[in-house]
Structures are given as structure tokens and as C-alpha cells.
């Protein structure tokens, strides 16, 4: 008689708390449920053809996510969390690379969300309203998803055809992000006022607010004999520690 084998699963909490997925949304929940990777799954991060398109990590997590998602609604920082748990549920918690010419081992599963002003968000809408400090100038925004970094990706890969010396990698972004100028929700009012008004200094502020409140995974630490902290250097043995 043929042995049952029963797949373990664990959750892990999005640091967005679900907030930003509208209620219909299973995300909406704020938790995945994810398996542990198994050799069918390693053999996706070992698929040379994914690993030179770029596809290899998004078509693991999509691989070892159980509870029934769409990956394109991720927002950026709840897939970063995802990204660490199968890191742990792969090949454990320990994490060694080198920084400052020093080795450094971090256990990821003592990795924290960042803090989450929870007071900052309306549940179920990912959108939010910001003046900009200069020009006055009245905004909504959006936290970019995986799908929104896809499309980007894919126009600056147009754009680069166009022309090899054309990098507009941070305009294009805030043209994705910014969902309104004063009332005004048309694709072309947004991309225009990106182009030519929105000065380089507002551009910045919006960045700051973005980066202060947006939901994430807290991938930082202090290195030895440093009193401030430094991003932890997401390298090639993150998901290939034999390499």
C-alpha cells in the first residue's frame, strides 16, 4: 500500500495586515498559508532558462503559496516577507553573506515588519493623499504591486529599444504610483505633470513619505561596532547558498 505523505504549511503574516486588498480579496486576510520547498520546487530555482529571464524566485513563491492568490495583486513589501519565509521554509533560518569585508550570519526568522501606522490606511483601498510640501501641488498615490513592476519592467524595456541611453527608471515609476493630480485622475494629467512639473525635490518628499509608512519586511541590521543600521545584502546565495 502505497505510504500517504502529509505536506506541512505554515503561515506567514503580511506586514501589510491585509489593509491594502479589498475585502473580496483572500490577501484582504493579511496572511498567506505557505508549503515547505521540496526537491520539485528547487529544481524551479535550478531552471536556468528561469534564472537568466529573471522569472526563477516569483515562480517559486507562486509554486509554495497554498492558499489561492492572485500573485500579480502583491504588493512589494507583503512579497518581500513571502521571499523570506520560503528562504527559512527552504534552507532554514540562518542567512551568512559578507558585509564591509566581514562575514555576518542573521537568523531571518527573527526579521520584523516594520511598524505600521495602521491609522494611515482605509482597509480595502490602496490609496492614499499627499501635498506635496512645495508646490502645494494635491496627490494620490498608490503602494506599487507585483503586477505594477512587471509593467514597468516591460516599458523601460520598450524605452530602451528606443533608445539604448534612455534610463527614465524613476519617472517611470511615479507615473505608475501617482493615481491623481488635483482631482485629476486621467493617465495622461499624471504623466504629463511627471514629465514636466513635478519638481525634483517634491519627487523626493514623496519618496520619504513612501518609504516611511509602506509595509514591509524590516531587512536591516547592525553591523558589528556600527551604530546605524544597513539594508542586509538580499545575493545570489539567498535562494542559492551552495553557490
Known amino acids: 500500500m502505497e505510504e500517504q505523505f502529509t505536506m506541512p504549511t505554515q503561515r506567514v503574516e503580511l ?15 493579511g496572511y498567506v498559508e505557505m508549503k515547505y520547498m521540496t526537491a520539485k520546487e528547487e529544481d524551479i530555482l535550478l531552471n536556468q532558462a528561469y534564472i537568466k529571464n529573471g522569472t526563477a524566485i516569483d515562480r517559486l513563491l507562486k509554486a509554495l503559496i497554498v492558499t489561492p492568490i492572485n500573485y500579480d495583486d502583491l504588493i512589494v513589501g507583503d512579497k518581500n516577507a513571502i521571499m523570506v519565509a520560503a528562504r527559512v521554509l527552504g534552507y532554514g533560518d540562518e542567512y551568512s553573506f559578507t558585509y564591509g569585508d566581514e562575514e555576518h550570519t542573521i537568523n531571518l526568522s527573527q526579521l520584523e515588519p516594520k511598524p505600521l501606522d495602521e491609522s494611515l490606511f482605509t482597509p480595502g483601498r490602496n490609496e492614499f493623499e499627499f501635498t506635496l510640501p512645495f508646490s502645494k501641488v494635491r496627490i494620490t498615490f498608490k503602494i506599487l504591486t507585483h503586477k ?6 516591460a516599458e523601460l524595456e520598450g524605452l530602451k529599444k528606443l533608445n539604448r541611453n534612455n534610463s527614465p527608471d524613476l519617472s517611470t515609476r511615479l507615473k505608475y504610483m501617482i493615481l491623481s493630480v488635483n482631482g485629476d485622475s486621467e493617465q495622461k494629467t499624471v504623466r504629463e505633470f511627471v514629465d514636466k512639473h513635478l519638481l525634483a525635490r517634491d519627487s523626493q518628499a514623496l519618496r520619504n ?3 516611511d509608512f509602506q509595509p514591509d519586511v524590516d531587512l536591516t541590521f547592525f553591523p558589528s561596532g556600527d551604530s546605524n543600521k544597513v539594508t542586509i545584502p538580499i545575493g545570489l546565495n539567498f535562494f542559492w547558498p551552495d553557490f
Open 209 to 211: 513619505h513612501l518609504k
Open 148 to 153: 505594477d513592476e512587471q509593467n514597468i519592467s
Open 15 to 29: 506586514p501589510s495586515k491585509g489593509l491594502v486588498y479589498s475585502p473580496e480579496n483572500s490577501l484582504s486576510k
